[in-house]
Nanobody, 125 residues
Framework: QVQVVESGGGLVQPGGSLTLSCAASGRIFSFAVMGWYRQAPGKERELVANITSDDTTNYADSVKGRFTISRENAKSTVYLQMNKLKPDDTAVYYC???????????????????WGKGTLVTVSS
């Protein structure tokens, strides 16, 4: 079963830091893009940052200069380093990925979009 699982959420004070991890598992051969979205109460889900297979990164304006996305191929994992956190960063953070995986049929390889279940980040004093 191909899936992505987030970890690393929690409570942090304003100005603090937190690192989120998103690990992909299953019969994966590649990924097209992996990244993070967030959804605050009463708001729509929005893109935070993502990274493509050629290491192109994309950030929301609200997090530029504070958040950094990176990946570790050997572990099929993407990280989101969040610094200088603000109360407005409080949200459920979701990992999103478009993964290439091996099927048990023809064609032997395919692609699928996946969402994680989310991890809560609370920025509060």
């Amino acid at each position: 079963q191909v899936q992505v699982v987030e970890s690393g959420g929690g409570l942090v004070q304003p100005g603090g830091s937190l690192t989120l991890s998103c690990a992909a598992s299953g019969r994966i051969f590649s990924f097209a893009v992996m990244g993070w979205y967030r959804q605050a109460p009463g708001k729509e889900r929005e893109l935070v940052a993502n990274i493509t297979s050629d290491d192109t990164t994309n950030y929301a304006d609200s997090v530029k200069g504070r958040f950094t996305i990176s990946r570790e191929n050997a572990k099929s994992t993407v990280y989101l380093q969040m610094n200088k956190l603000k109360p407005d960063d409080t949200a459920v953070y979701y990992c999103h990925a478009i993964l290439g995986y091996y099927t048990n049929s023809i064609p032997p390889r395919s692609w699928m979009p996946l969402w994680g279940k989310g991890t809560l980040v609370t920025v509060s004093s």
